[in-house]
């Protein structure tokens, strides 16, 4: 900080202040009463580190266009084997996957209503292993889906091997009663298991397994023929009478939730949900489930089921069998009563942490705690916009993992728009993020640790932050300084600007431009911000020398200079300045502005 010595240079009680430490966006205060080294806005520029402000990069190329006349609605990543794929789900409840390496489709489904219907829940799903993946929705009673990325196998169907354990369907031959549930004679009853379905001569349609002994079946239905020696078929069929707003696996088992209904699958068998074999359904009446369950998620050792306004975890699964019933119990335990979501795609694990958004704030729960991180976005959260509801994703940026919240809310200038608000997760501070197209909705791929955030504005999707940009505008707005001593009566001194300072390393060979205001309580006045020297070429006799391109277009010559200080003019008590740029990329070390106390003002 210049110390105002006429020695040096300086005018008489020369002052500075500026940002150089960049310690993130804070919206919670008056622009005046944030810290000295935090933004009041901070757009597309990253607070790396001390001196490290750095432009952030716009959109990629565009993974998936959807149909005309069709609207994103969902989408999410998974791998089948070693191949990466994303799947989409459209307005009209159809699906596709698209293989993440070269943008090729599969349909998943054509038939309109499948997976979605208009104002209804969107549709969720978990990978299952590296086979498959596992789809849920509400939009049909029979409303949970495997799929292999080429098979999609419905309710009622049989179940695929890869997620039912079963490599084969099971045949035993025995002798069968009419008007009898009980099937007779079997060698053996090896597995067969309750809640297999049964098929063969005399068998009627929809006929499980319910129990049975060493040599004999119970069955659902009873017999329509008496029979011996009749081959049976048990295998096990993808179920029906399940669906779902959420679903995922802990413990090799699958949880999905649907209303105020949790369920557990059988350990490794994705099709059997039955309590007399290894399964739970549950039906909560806790009072703390205000209105039902929004999501389910498995991370750190237990499951977490989210509400609306409470969560709760589940842990210590354990099973026993007796009289050939195998039962599954957990212990389930309240979270926190009071905080939950309904954005259920706001819901991000993030590390050992599950973060999320709701109408309060971000939060992360880690353990049994959910804490809120976002005291710094309270000046933009009090202008949420929940049309659009707020999504979550997690970003690797310039080697550092960032979580994403993508919200429809003010900006500084108090215009409403989509933007996400990022979140540095070691030096916890808050920046603003956009892209040349508004994301609505925004999800992560993760590969080999690596970890990518692709946005959707309900016609294309995209990767995020993939290539520098002069289409996306980046802004900084710094606190309005009372002054660089500070003190209680800082405030009160009417001050004049005379400095605009910046110090700036382009990064590649296109030039960045910059534009600036020197701001008060009262005022902005604009910056003549010029950061190149022109120069020009001569002969020995003076005469000015123009190169030509082969296009003969003219050429002129210019150098960047990394340090600019710019005469500025603006007075009052509080002091301050907004610049914003469009160049593709640079990173930031010092702005500020000099400034001399005037007088008193009382």
Known sequence: MADGKSGIGFPPDFQYVGLEQWKGLNTKPKRAAIEDQQSYWLENIMPIGEANARAMYGKGTTLYTAPVGKTIVFYQFYNIGSTDYMAVFLNDGTAYQIKTSDGSSTTITSAGGTFYTAGGDLPALVQYGISGILIVSTSKTDGYWAWDGTTLTSPGTGGPSWATGLTAPVTKTGNETISSTTLTGFPDTIDIEVGMWVTGTGIPANTFVTGGTGTTVTISNPATATNAGVTFTFNWQWPTGINGTSIDTYQNRVFIVSGNKRLMSAASNAANFSANNDGVITTSYDSTLRKKYTRVVSSSGYVYMF??????????????????????????????????????????????????????????????????????????????????????????????????????????????????????????????????????????????????????????????????????????????????????SAYIIYKQILRFYLEVDPIGTDPSSFSATVDTENSQVSVNLNLSTNFTFVNNSGGVLQFRNNLSQNLYWSILNTITATDAQNTGDLIGFTMTSTGKDFVIERVGIGYRNETANY
Do not use: H
Not at 403 to 428: E, P, Q, S
């Open 307 to 488: 509400g609306d306004s409470s969560i709760w975890n589940i842990a210590s699964v354990t099973s026993s069998t007796n009289n050939n019933v195998t039962t599954a119990t957990y212990q389930y335990s309240n979270t926190d009563p009071q905080t939950g979501t309904a954005f259920v795609n706001s819901i991000q694990i993030l590390g050992r942490a599950i973060c999320f958004a709701n109408t309060n704030g971000v939060y992360a729960l880690v353990g049994n705690s959910a804490v809120k991180i976002s005291n710094e976005l309270d000046g933009i959260w009090a202008t949420l916009d929940t049309s659009v509801p707020p999504t979550c994703a997690v970003a690797t940026i310039y080697g550092i993992r960032v979580l994403l919240v993508c919200i429809r809310a003010k900006d500084y200038t108090g215009t409403t728009r989509n933007f996400m608000c990022c979140w540095d997760v070691n030096k916890r501070e808050w920046w603003i993020a956009s892209q040349e197209i508004a994301p609505t909705f925004i999800a992560t791929q993760e590969v080999n640790s690596n970890l990518t955030a692709y946005g959707s504005n309900g016609s294309i999707i995209f990767p995020m932050f993939q290539t520098a940009s002069t289409s996306i505008t980046k802004t900084v707005q710094s606190k309005l300084y009372s002054g660089a001593t500070g003190g209680s």
